[in-house]
Nanobody
Framework: QVQLVESGGGLVQTGGSLRLSCAASGRTFSSYTMGWFRQAPGKEREFLAAMWWIGGGTYYADSVKGRFTVSRDGAKNMVYLQMNSLKPKDTAVYYC?????????????????WGQGTQVTVSS
């Protein structure tokens, strides 16, 4: 079965950077779309970015375009989310997700597998 484990969250000051990691296991992910989402307290889960495992095509939400970058290391089965110029409104739990299909999926219900999340807190 697919397992996704996020890491790399923490406390950072406004303007700082963090790189989140997602360790994927249990499948060959060549036909998967990998997504990153976040959820702040009292808010709905928000799409951030998606990547095709094969081909490396990427798609970003307007709210993070130019600040966040998604990438992968196929040899290590790792997906990353590099986050720069962080702001207090970026404070949330960040999730990695996967779906067995290639498309630019933006809705949480489009994804079948989820990690447990990692907390990111940006102080002002």
């Amino acid at each position: 079965q697919v397992q996704l484990v996020e890491s790399g969250g923490g406390l950072v000051q406004t303007g700082g950077s963090l790189r989140l990691s997602c360790a994927a296991s249990g499948r060959t992910f060549s036909s998967y779309t990998m997504g990153w989402f976040r959820q702040a307290p009292g808010k709905e889960r928000e799409f951030l970015a998606a990547m095709w495992w094969i081909g490396g095509g990427t798609y970003y939400a307007d709210s993070v375009k130019g600040r966040f970058t998604v990438s992968r290391d196929g040899a290590k089965n790792m997906v990353y989310l590099q986050m720069n110029s962080l702001k207090p409104k970026d404070t949330a739990v960040y999730y990695c997700a996967a779906v067995y299909s290639r498309n630019w999926y933006r809705e949480p219900n489009d994804y079948d597998y989820w990690g447990q999340g990692t907390q990111v807190t940006v102080s002002s």
